[in-house]
Structure formats: structure tokens, C-alpha cells
């Protein structure tokens, strides 16, 4: 079991909500639509890239968090295929701040023994971009932590076309013309193959949607909607999470 005043100061109202998890049933994959750093800004006066910016602080805390609870796998929802409708000066500012947070948090992420992967179509990202990630996925690819694991680029469609793709190709050069299309076979050829779907699915900022993300891995899922906007999203918030995660009764279609 985790230690707890390691995560949160003895007395706090983290350390109660800590408190009240059960560690031999966390969540073992959480996936997070960090949404409304636009909107934290416009209710500020700000620039939406200021919102960007201060949501970095809430993506190391809850990083940080999920590595010391235990958590196996951490998805983040940073980049979407459809994020490119929005102004290029927006774009290249998320980008920048992508690869300053690789910068600044390697270490420490080296440190919390975490390995760094993607899922997406990382292939399309700027040449510097995919570097810097691919040096980060290099450098903590012996970690046997919490895998942290950053959609860019994602579309959950894109993902399903990507993986017919990859099915067929498959097939052409094994000349597999018995090949049996099974649910396994198509999670195999997801980008997220080999891990779990997300036991729960966290998404900020008051949207009640999917926004194309995780679509297959989803399927039974609990979700927790808050309004809270992704820079004021805090430890607490995900501690919050997992206690009412654990509160509810996981049937999968069964009695
Ligand atoms: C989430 O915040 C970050 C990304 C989608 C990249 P938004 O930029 O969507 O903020 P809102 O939803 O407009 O407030
Ligand atoms: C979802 O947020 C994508 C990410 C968090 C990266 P959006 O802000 O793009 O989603 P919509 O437009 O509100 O559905
Ligand atoms: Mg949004």
C-alpha cells in the first residue's frame, strides 16, 4: 500500500479522501479529458494560451499523484485530430508547451520510475515534437512504473481506421485469408494495445462528452464528470474520483 502522507499532508482533506480508498481495488487504468483551460482563462481575462499554460501545473499533480497511489496507467487527452480547427497561433503555443513540459519534467518523471508513451498519429506531429517524445518514451522505456501515456493527435475513430488498416496489412503479407476479425484481434491492433481498457474515465471542465476519445477501450468505463475547469483540477479532485469510483457497482451487463 502506497504511503499516505507521501500523496497528501496528514490532516489535509486529501489525506481523509486517501483515507477513505480501498488500495486493493484502485482503479487500474484512469483516462482523463483534461478540458476547459480556455474558458479558466476567459474567466480571467486571460488569453486561452494562458489557460494552457497553468494546466500544465494540474497535469504534474495529478501525474505525480496517480504514480504514488499506484495507478497502472494514466491517459492523458492532450491533442485531438480535431484540435487542428483551431488557430495555427493556439496550436503551435500547445506545442511549445508540450515539449517545454518534456524538458522541464523529464527527470522527475525518470525519477517516479514512470514510462512515457503516446498514442496518436504521432507521425504527423512537427519533426522537434516527435523527438522530444521520442526521447522521452527512450529514456524511461526500463520503467516498470505507472506507464503515463499521452493521446496527441488522437481521434478515436482515426484509431479504429488505423487499426482495420493494420488488420489488413496483417492479412496481405501472412496471406491470412482465414483470419477471423475476434474483439481481440482489434484491441491488438490499437494503439493501446497490451493495456487494460480504463476502469475510469475522468472529464473536466462540465462537457457532458466522449469528444472521440478511447471510443472502443470505453465500453464499460465509469465515467465522473465535474465542472471543474482542467488548471483548478487539483489532487483532491482525483482522490474524489477513485472514493466515488469505488462507490459504484461495476455489472458489465450481468445481476
Ligand atoms: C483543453 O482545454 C485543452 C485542449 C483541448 C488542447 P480547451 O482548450 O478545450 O478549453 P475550453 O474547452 O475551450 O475551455
Ligand atoms: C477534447 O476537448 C480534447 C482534449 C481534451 C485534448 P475539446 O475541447 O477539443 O472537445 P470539444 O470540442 O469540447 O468536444
Ligand atoms: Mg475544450
Known amino acids: 500500500m502506497a504511503n499516505l502522507e507521501e500523496i497528501a499532508p496528514r490532516g489535509s482533506r486529501g489525506y481523509s479522501l486517501l483515507q477513505a480508498i480501498d488500495f486493493d481495488r484502485l482503479p487500474q487504468h484512469i483516462a482523463v479529458i483534461m478540458d476547459g483551460n480556455g474558458r479558466w482563462a476567459a474567466a480571467r481575462r486571460l488569453p486561452r494560451v494562458a489557460g494552457h499554460r497553468a494546466g500544465i501545473a494540474s497535469v504534474k499533480e495529478v501525474v505525480e499523484t496517480s504514480a504514488r497511489l499506484g495507478i497502472r496507467v494514466l491517459t492523458l487527452y492532450a491533442f485531438s485530430v480535431e484540435n487542428w480547427k483551431r488557430p495555427k497561433s493556439e496550436i503551435s503555443t500547445l506545442m511549445s508547451l508540450l515539449k517545454e513540459y518534456l524538458q522541464k519534467e523529464l527527470s522527475s518523471i525518470i525519477k517516479n520510475n514512470i514510462r512515457f508513451c503516446t498514442i496518436g498519429r504521432v507521425n504527423d506531429l512537427a519533426p522537434d515534437i516527435q523527438q522530444s517524445?521520442?526521447?522521452?518514451?527512450?529514456?524511461?522505456?526500463?520503467?516498470?512504473?505507472?506507464?503515463?501515456?499521452?493521446?496527441?493527435?488522437?481521434?478515436?475513430?482515426?484509431?479504429?481506421?488505423?487499426?482495420?488498416?493494420?488488420i489488413m496489412r496483417q492479412v496481405a503479407q501472412n496471406g491470412h485469408r482465414d483470419t477471423v476479425i475476434t474483439e481481440q484481434l482489434i484491441s491488438d491492433h490499437l494503439y493501446t494495445s497490451g493495456l487494460?481498457?480504463?476502469?475510469?474515465?475522468i472529464r473536466t471542465s462540465g462537457e457532458m462528452r466522449i469528444s472521440n476519445f478511447l471510443l472502443w477501450q470505453i465500453a464499460y468505463a465509469e465515467i465522473w464528470m465535474t465542472p471543474v475547469y482542467w488548471p483548478d483540477f487539483r489532487r483532491e479532485h482525483l482522490l474524489q474520483a477513485i472514493v466515488d469510483y469505488q462507490k459504484r457497482d461495476r455489472r458489465y451487463g450481468g445481476l
Not at 516498470?144 to 482515426?158: D, F, H, Q, V
Open 196 to 201: 487494460d481498457d480504463p476502469d475510469l474515465l
Open 133 to 166: 517524445l521520442q526521447k522521452a518514451i527512450a529514456e524511461t522505456s526500463q520503467n516498470n512504473g505507472m506507464i503515463m501515456n499521452i493521446a496527441l493527435n488522437y481521434g478515436g475513430r482515426a484509431e479504429l481506421v488505423d487499426a482495420f488498416q493494420s
